[in-house]
Protein backbone atom coordinates (compact mmCIF):
# COMPACT_ATOMS: atom_id res chain seq x y z
CA UNK A 1 0.00 0.00 0.00
CA UNK A 2 1.31 2.97 -0.72
CA UNK A 3 1.68 6.42 1.68
CA UNK A 4 0.54 9.90 0.12
CA UNK A 5 3.27 11.99 0.10
CA UNK A 6 2.43 15.19 2.58
CA UNK A 7 3.59 18.38 2.34
CA UNK A 8 5.25 19.32 5.42
CA UNK A 9 5.60 23.03 4.94
CA UNK A 10 2.04 23.08 3.61
CA UNK A 11 1.11 21.53 6.69
CA UNK A 12 2.98 22.92 9.13
CA UNK A 13 1.87 26.76 7.75
CA UNK A 14 -1.41 26.88 9.68
CA UNK A 15 0.35 26.66 12.79
CA UNK A 16 4.02 28.59 11.61
CA UNK A 17 2.65 31.44 9.97
CA UNK A 18 1.17 33.04 12.63
CA UNK A 19 4.13 32.11 14.79
CA UNK A 20 6.86 33.40 12.67
CA UNK A 21 4.73 36.82 12.70
CA UNK A 22 4.98 36.89 15.94
CA UNK A 23 8.34 36.40 16.32
CA UNK A 24 8.66 38.90 13.64
CA UNK A 25 6.84 41.28 15.07
CA UNK A 26 7.94 40.86 18.62
CA UNK A 27 11.62 41.26 17.45
CA UNK A 28 10.58 44.33 15.76
CA UNK A 29 9.21 45.56 18.99
CA UNK A 30 12.43 45.02 20.79
CA UNK A 31 14.26 46.75 18.36
CA UNK A 32 12.46 50.28 18.75
CA UNK A 33 14.78 52.71 20.75
CA UNK A 34 12.62 52.36 23.50
CA UNK A 35 11.96 48.75 24.29
CA UNK A 36 15.86 47.75 22.52
CA UNK A 37 17.61 50.26 25.27
CA UNK A 38 15.43 48.43 28.42
CA UNK A 39 16.15 44.81 26.62
CA UNK A 40 19.71 45.70 26.57
CA UNK A 41 19.77 47.34 30.30
CA UNK A 42 17.99 43.81 31.25
CA UNK A 43 20.71 41.61 29.16
CA UNK A 44 23.34 43.44 30.92
CA UNK A 45 22.31 43.49 34.26
CA UNK A 46 21.82 39.34 33.67
CA UNK A 47 25.05 38.69 32.17
CA UNK A 48 27.08 40.42 35.01
CA UNK A 49 25.73 38.01 37.40
CA UNK A 50 26.93 34.79 37.44
CA UNK A 51 24.78 33.39 35.09
CA UNK A 52 26.45 32.68 31.63
CA UNK A 53 25.16 34.98 29.13
CA UNK A 54 27.15 37.66 27.22
CA UNK A 55 25.58 41.63 26.37
CA UNK A 56 27.90 42.41 23.65
CA UNK A 57 26.04 40.39 20.99
CA UNK A 58 22.63 42.21 21.89
CA UNK A 59 24.66 45.59 22.47
CA UNK A 60 26.05 45.53 18.84
CA UNK A 61 22.38 44.13 17.14
CA UNK A 62 20.85 47.54 18.86
CA UNK A 63 23.41 49.90 17.35
CA UNK A 64 23.21 47.92 13.80
CA UNK A 65 19.39 48.62 13.97
CA UNK A 66 19.40 52.21 15.55
CA UNK A 67 23.17 53.40 15.21
CA UNK A 68 22.05 56.73 16.24
CA UNK A 69 21.67 55.20 20.15
CA UNK A 70 25.53 54.79 20.22
CA UNK A 71 25.78 57.13 23.44
CA UNK A 72 22.98 56.27 25.03
CA UNK A 73 23.01 52.35 24.30
CA UNK A 74 26.31 52.45 25.64
CA UNK A 75 25.30 54.30 28.86
CA UNK A 76 22.33 51.64 29.58
CA UNK A 77 24.87 48.35 28.88
CA UNK A 78 27.26 49.90 31.35
CA UNK A 79 24.77 50.60 33.82
CA UNK A 80 23.03 47.85 33.70
CA UNK A 81 26.21 45.46 33.77
CA UNK A 82 27.60 47.40 36.96
CA UNK A 83 24.52 47.37 39.00
CA UNK A 84 24.33 43.18 37.90
CA UNK A 85 28.19 43.28 39.11
CA UNK A 86 26.85 45.17 42.67
CA UNK A 87 24.41 42.41 42.63
CA UNK A 88 27.66 40.29 42.43
CA UNK A 89 29.37 41.93 45.40
CA UNK A 90 25.96 41.64 47.78
CA UNK A 91 25.71 37.69 46.99
CA UNK A 92 29.56 37.48 47.47
CA UNK A 93 29.04 40.00 51.39
CA UNK A 94 25.96 37.24 51.88
CA UNK A 95 27.79 34.31 50.92
CA UNK A 96 30.50 35.38 53.86
CA UNK A 97 28.14 35.75 56.34
CA UNK A 98 26.98 32.72 56.30
CA UNK A 99 29.77 30.40 55.96
CA UNK A 100 31.42 29.34 58.99
CA UNK A 101 34.66 28.16 57.69
CA UNK A 102 36.49 28.32 54.26
CA UNK A 103 39.48 25.58 53.28
CA UNK A 104 41.74 28.12 52.52
CA UNK A 105 44.82 26.78 49.69
CA UNK A 106 47.90 28.50 49.42
CA UNK A 107 46.34 29.67 45.83
CA UNK A 108 43.56 31.09 47.77
CA UNK A 109 45.08 32.58 50.51
CA UNK A 110 47.44 34.02 48.05
CA UNK A 111 44.47 35.75 45.83
CA UNK A 112 43.17 36.89 48.56
CA UNK A 113 45.65 38.77 49.69
CA UNK A 114 46.23 40.33 46.67
CA UNK A 115 42.85 41.36 46.23
CA UNK A 116 42.87 43.00 49.74
CA UNK A 117 45.92 44.82 48.82
CA UNK A 118 44.47 46.08 45.57
CA UNK A 119 41.18 46.95 47.53
CA UNK A 120 38.21 48.21 45.60
CA UNK A 121 40.92 48.75 42.62
CA UNK A 122 40.73 45.35 41.84
CA UNK A 123 37.10 45.64 40.62
CA UNK A 124 38.17 48.17 37.43
CA UNK A 125 38.89 44.14 36.22
CA UNK A 126 35.12 43.15 36.58
CA UNK A 127 35.03 43.74 32.35
CA UNK A 128 37.06 40.30 32.20
CA UNK A 129 35.29 37.72 30.45
CA UNK A 130 34.84 34.64 33.02
CA UNK A 131 36.76 35.99 35.84
CA UNK A 132 35.17 39.81 36.26
CA UNK A 133 31.80 38.43 37.37
CA UNK A 134 33.16 36.47 40.38
CA UNK A 135 35.51 38.98 41.16
CA UNK A 136 32.97 41.43 42.26
CA UNK A 137 31.24 38.45 44.24
CA UNK A 138 35.03 38.22 46.31
CA UNK A 139 34.97 41.66 46.79
CA UNK A 140 31.46 41.56 48.38
CA UNK A 141 33.16 38.65 50.41
CA UNK A 142 35.86 40.29 51.51
CA UNK A 143 33.84 43.14 52.44
CA UNK A 144 35.30 45.80 50.45
CA UNK A 145 34.06 49.09 50.62
CA UNK A 146 30.96 49.10 48.48
CA UNK A 147 30.91 52.26 46.55
CA UNK A 148 34.50 52.25 45.69
CA UNK A 149 33.89 48.94 44.13
CA UNK A 150 31.10 49.81 42.04
CA UNK A 151 32.83 52.96 40.80
CA UNK A 152 35.93 50.60 39.51
CA UNK A 153 33.13 48.13 37.99
CA UNK A 154 31.11 51.23 36.11
CA UNK A 155 34.93 52.66 34.87
CA UNK A 156 35.97 48.74 33.96
CA UNK A 157 32.67 48.29 32.21
CA UNK A 158 32.51 50.96 30.67
CA UNK A 159 35.82 51.02 29.35
CA UNK A 160 34.84 47.70 27.89
CA UNK A 161 31.58 48.33 26.07
CA UNK A 162 33.32 51.48 24.80
CA UNK A 163 36.00 49.60 23.39
CA UNK A 164 34.33 46.73 22.09
CA UNK A 165 31.05 48.10 20.78
CA UNK A 166 34.02 50.94 18.69
CA UNK A 167 35.62 48.13 17.00
CA UNK A 168 32.59 45.94 16.03
CA UNK A 169 31.34 49.03 14.83
CA UNK A 170 34.06 49.65 12.30
CA UNK A 171 34.70 45.79 11.45
CA UNK A 172 31.18 45.68 10.51
CA UNK A 173 30.18 49.09 9.10
CA UNK A 174 26.32 49.54 7.36
Known amino acids: MRVPAVDLQQTAMPILGPMQAWLD ?15 LFVVSFIS ?4 PLGS ?19 AVAT ?7 ALDWWMG ?27 PKACLL ?5 LGDPLCAVAGWLRLPFWPCVGWMLVGK ?6 MTTVLMKLFPG
Open 126 to 130: SWLPL
Open 48 to 51: ATLL
Open 25 to 39: SLLALLALPQYGLGT
Open 93 to 119: YGAHRVADHYQRSPHHLRVLGWLQRLG
Open 79 to 85: LGNTLGG
Open 158 to 163: GLRYLA
Open 56 to 74: EPALFGLLKLNPELFWPAI
